[in-house]
Structures are given as structure tokens and as C-alpha cells.
């Protein structure tokens, strides 16, 4: 203990220091701030070991491979010949069940997209874990697993979104039209896209706890369907609550849907709607709204949320210092 407090082992533990700061300078350095290689290689690695983590897992793909097929079937014999509407749809001035059951039908695919990426919560929270540590050990940079991580599921969900719209599609009886298919394709995709970028945020913010991230994940997406305009008229919300109609990327998702199936039938002719068409689109509060600018608006929401994302997995430099 004396020679652990003399001023010889003092001067010594100072020279050691004094060495190694005069011949490994450029080695802190480089533990500190830099990587061993660039951003670039680093994204071509992590796409290539994130690929392999996902086709090596194969109970995880067939089991979301019968998910979208399962679900799809059983949308499919609940509103088995729903899809297919014809004129008149009004009756003494009210919406025929047609019209229900359609706007039903595409309500419920948009929520199965919404929330069908509640499975890949786990795996991404404790991915989230396993980025925690090789961040602070300067493996590699946030930006390029940021990166890897927005891109390197498209494909999948792509394929799986495929099976589910075409299974529940055809038996529903949805207007056999490529133009109509492939807009319900892709407003519905874009939907995937968020709410699985929206998965990713979740097990940032919670920090890999995966019961707490499984807990907020549908909570909110519930809590935003209320705001898309089908339980509640976009027009009929308290004026405190116009707001979220905006917020509430489902609204522009259900919007969307709506215009693209009843654009077709709608008049403004309000005599005609005692018996006739109507108009669909003014009773859920969409008259004038254009179906394309779905597409735009929810690109920008997918931007947002990847932002948010970046934003989130950049590390401290506290936890660097971890």
C-alpha cells in the first residue's frame, strides 16, 4: 500500500501514459472517431449479414408467409362476393348495405396492413439490442445500419403484402380492373411501409424492451384509426379534433380507398340520391379529395419516419464514452 501511494509509482503510472499517448496517437484517434472501414463497405456488410439473418430464419418466413395467406382466406369468406357494388346505392335517401360492407372490407385491409408488422417487434427490439453494443464498440456507423435497416425488409414485405391483397382481392369481388388492383396494391403498401418504419422507432424509443413495444404498437395505431374517417366522419369530428384527421396518416390511407372504389357512383345530384348513387364519398367526409395525392402525402410520411429513426438511433456521446 505505501509504494501503491509513493510519488515513485506516481511518476511512473505518468510516464506510462506519457508512452502511450507519444506511440499510439493515431490509434485513439481512430478508436474515437473513426472506423476501420468506410460507410460503404460497412453497408454492403450489414446488408449482406441482414439477408442472411432473415432467410436463415425459416420458421419466421413461413410463419408470415401463412399469416398473410390465413388472413387473407378468412377476409375473404367473411366478405365473400362484398366487393362487387351496383346501382342504385341509395334507398330512400340511406346508404344501401353495399356500401357498409365495402367500406367495411376496406377498412379491415387497411388495419390487417397496419398492424400485421406487430410480429416483427421482437426480432427488431432485439436487433436493436445487438446495434447498442457493436455502436459503442465502433463497429460500424449509425447511418449505414440506418440505412440497411429501411431497405433490407422492402423485398419481404413487398412479397407478403402481395399474398395477402391477392388472396382476399379476387374471392371479395372487387372490380376485375388492373388499375384498381394495383392502387389498392400500393396505397396499401405504403401503409405496410410506416407502420413497419413505425415498429422500428418503437424499439428504438423503448430501447429494445420488447413487452413495452409490443404493448404500444397496436395501441396506437387504434388510437389512429380513429381519425381515418370511418367510425367517426371526417366532417362529424369535435372541432378540437380536427387536427389528428391530419395527423392520422390512416386517414389519407382510407381516403384514398374510398375515392378509388366510389369515385365511379358518387353525384352531387341530391334529388338523385332518393334513389341512386348519392354521394359515398361526402357522407365519410372525402367528396373532392383526389386518390393520387395519397400517394404523395404517404411517401412523405415514410420520409418523416425514417427521419425520426436516424434521428433516434444516432448515439450520445455519453454512450459512446460507455
Not at 353495399?98 to 385491409?109: D, K, R
Not at 427488431?124 to 456507423?141: A, D, P
Not at 361526402?282 to 425520426?308: E, H, P, R
Request: charged share 10%; hydrophobic share 50%.
Amino acid at each position: 500500500e505505501l509504494y501503491l501511494e509513493s510519488d515513485i509509482k506516481r511518476s511512473q503510472s505518468n510516464f506510462n501514459q506519457s508512452q502511450r499517448k507519444l506511440h499510439f496517437p493515431v490509434i485513439e484517434r481512430v478508436n474515437q472517431t473513426l472506423h476501420a472501414t468506410t460507410k460503404l463497405t460497412q453497408f454492403k456488410m450489414l446488408m449482406h449479414r441482414s439477408f442472411l439473418s432473415i432467410i436463415r430464419d425459416t420458421e419466421a418466413l413461413q410463419a408470415e408467409f401463412l399469416k398473410n395467406v390465413i388472413v387473407g382466406i378468412l377476409i375473404a369468406v367473411i366478405f365473400f362476393g362484398q366487393g362487387r357494388a351496383s346501382s342504385p346505392l341509395y334507398t330512400n335517401g340511406v346508404p344501401n348495405a353495399e356500401v357498409s360492407n365495402i367500406s367495411s372490407l376496406l377498412f379491415f385491409g387497411m388495419m390487417y396492413t397496419s398492424i400485421a408488422t406487430a410480429q416483427a417487434v421482437p426480432f427488431l427490439c432485439s436487433r436493436h439490442i445487438i446495434f447498442r453494443r457493436e455502436i459503442t464498440s465502433f463497429t460500424y456507423s449509425a447511418s449505414p445500419y440506418w440505412l440497411c435497416q429501411c431497405l433490407i425488409n422492402l423485398p419481404f414485405l413487398a412479397f407478403y403484402h402481395f399474398l395477402f391483397v391477392t388472396v382476399y382481392y379476387f374471392p371479395c369481388s372487387f372490380p376485375l380492373d388492373f388499375n384498381y388492383y394495383i392502387y389498392v396494391y400500393l396505397v396499401l403498401f405504403l401503409n405496410t411501409i410506416i407502420s413497419f418504419y413505425s415498429a422500428l422507432i418503437l424499439a428504438a424509443i423503448t430501447n429494445g424492451n420488447k413487452e413495452l413495444a409490443l404493448a404500444l404498437f397496436p395501441l396506437s395505431f387504434i388510437v389512429l384509426s380513429n381519425f381515418a374517417g370511418f367510425s367517426i366522419p371526417i366532417d362529424n369530428l369535435p372541432i378540437f379534433w380536427q387536427w389528428a384527421s391530419y395527423v392520422s396518416y390512416l386517414r389519407w390511407v382510407f381516403a384514398g380507398l374510398m375515392v378509388n372504389q366510389w369515385e365511379s357512383f358518387d353525384t352531387d345530384d341530391t334529388t338523385y340520391a332518393i334513389e341512386g348513387n348519392g354521394n359515398v364519398l361526402a357522407l365519410y367526409g372525402f367528396d373532392g379529395f383526389n386518390k393520387f395525392d395519397s400517394y404523395w402525402i404517404l411517401s412523405i410520411y415514410i420520409l418523416v419516419t425514417a427521419l425520426i429513426l436516424y434521428v433516434l438511433l444516432r448515439p450520445t456521446s455519453n454512450q459512446l464514452k460507455q
